[in-house]
């Protein structure tokens, strides 16, 4: 781990402790540098990734402030069904620019098809006789082990392979979620977020609650209001308003599943792509209670041409989730498995992801100037 990162953790830790008090000013980036040893560069670097995720804000001329505390809002009640829309406007005002800026990113973002079409290849020759047999019910192990290995290497999640479910898109594994934890429970979304997700609930007949998103994810008084026991959210950009959960607001949602004893599902779409330095902080991660399922698809880092997903089960679901839907088959074809294993197992996958995130980078710069 690089300096600004161990100092990034360090600091962070202190934050959400409360050696530094909501409101408190950081120490300069020079008395910093000089506690730890570092460059001021180095320090600028670590409180910049702080800012982003919403620990610590920046003062023109005054230096840094903690900007993270625990929500007041704790339980506070308030009507629960959004219908009104009221309050919105500035979130539709994010959706428009969200949506002009994504018009034709899908395919030029997409991994380079010579390459794809040379590990098809690859995967043909060296891998034939594999490609005849069937998949295992939670997905071949080739693709969960390097899907778990990549999770620990670059997203800070350790997840056994056994707890790693493969399923033709992240609609598909919304559903397999209901079947394991069953229709009698009451499910919540952000309000709004992308349609699909309520339909695919909508589908399996179950009760679903809207609930109204804020300048940094679900409101507090309809999150403590609400009697869901499972709640879908899309902590790194929300579609279509471009929220993001703030790091006070993650921490808030941890809350509510322990208090409330719900689960999460945590909905990962995209968040490889981030501009950060670092990976985005995910739920599943930060998590210590086995509350929350987190859920990934390779439909924007590999291209819309791939149809395939991923959940990680918490441990303290595993036996349920086998018990009630480890005797589907997998839905994507073996071929596809083996050659999304390639990728990521030869480093391609990564490489990939790291060119979209340096031109990503560069385009926001252009941008600020």
Known sequence: MTR????????????VEGTYEYGEKLPSKRVSAEHYGVSVITIEHAYELLAEEGYIEAKEKSGYFVT??????????????????????????????????????????????????????????????KLTSRAEGFGCPELRR?????????????????????????EYLYGLIVKALGRDRMYAVEYPSYQKIAKVYGAEHIN????????????????????????????????????????????????????????????????????SRKAEETLYSLDKNDRVIYVNTFTKTVGPFIRTAYMVIPKGLSKLFYEKIGFYACS???????????????GDFVRHINRVRRKRRGRTVSQDR
């Open 68 to 129: 993270y505390k625990e929500s007041e809002a704790f339980g506070e009640s308030t009507a629960r069904h959004v219908n009104d829309g009221a309050g919105l406007k500035d979130v539709s005002v994010i959706a428009s620019a969200v949506a002009s800026e994504t018009v034709d990113s899908e395919t030029s973002e997409s991994i380079s098809f010579n390459l794809y079409a040379k590990t098809v290849r690859r995967v043909l020759a060296d891998r034939a006789m």
């Open 332 to 346: 994507v074809p073996v071929l596809e498995q083996y050659v999304l294993a390639e990728l990521i197992r030869n």
């Open 208 to 275: 679903l609650e809207l609930l109204k998103l804020g300048k940094d994810g679900i409101e507090s008084k309809y999150l403590w209001g609400t009697d869901a026991e499972v709640l879908h959210i899309t902590p790194y950009r929300s579609y279509p308003t471009g929220v993001t959960a703030s790091a006070a607001k993650k921490a808030e949602y941890l809350k509510w599943s322990v208090e409330r004893k719900g689960l999460i599902i945590e909905d990962d779409f995209e968040s490889e792509f981030t501009t």
């Open 4 to 15: 600004y990162l161990k100092i990034y953790e360090k600091e962070k830790r202190k934050i």
């Open 146 to 170: 390097a899907i778990k290995d990549y999770l620990a290497r670059y997203r800070g999640i350790y997840a056994d392979t056994e707890r790693i479910v493969i399923g033709a898109g992240a």
